[in-house]
């Protein structure tokens, strides 16, 4: 039994910032990847930043240099750092993660997901 739970979604005027934190809870015995994605109403899903159990992290294009992700292993937590954020941030992000449980299965999922409103 596993679960992610995102929050820190809401309402920023462009160029603000918000912190998005996703807490992964449950029967855990190693987190592979976490990592968040999002998507606007009409669109894709697209990846948005993802961080490896060793620490690498991956970012779209569209973010670098704006969005940091970072971790704390031990509260199975990801967070997303979003600075200097544009309307077309605006998005539904969701947390996901690549995980190992306790019984020793591998566990692919996503949370509900936070609306992030970017707007003036």
């Known amino acids: 039994q596993v679960q992610l739970a995102e929050s820190g979604g809401g309402l920023v005027q462009p160029g603000g910032s918000l912190r998005l934190s996703c807490a992964a809870s449950?029967?855990?015995?190693?987190?592979?990847?976490m990592g968040w994605y999002r998507q606007a109403p009409g669109q894709q899903r697209e990846l948005v930043a993802t961080?490896?159990?060793?620490?690498?992290?991956n970012y779209a294009d569209s973010v670098k240099g704006r969005f940091t992700i970072s971790r704390d292993n031990a509260k199975n937590t990801v967070y997303l750092q979003m600075n200097s954020l544009k309307p077309e941030d605006t998005a539904v992000y969701y947390c996901?993660?690549?995980?190992?449980?306790?019984?020793?299965?591998?566990?692919?999922?996503w949370g509900h997901g936070t609306q992030v409103t970017v707007s003036s």
């Open positions: 449950g029967s855990i015995f190693s987190i592979h990847v």
């Open positions: 961080i490896t159990s060793g620490g690498s992290t």
């Open positions: 996901s993660a690549n995980l190992v449980t306790s019984a020793l299965y591998e566990y692919n999922g």
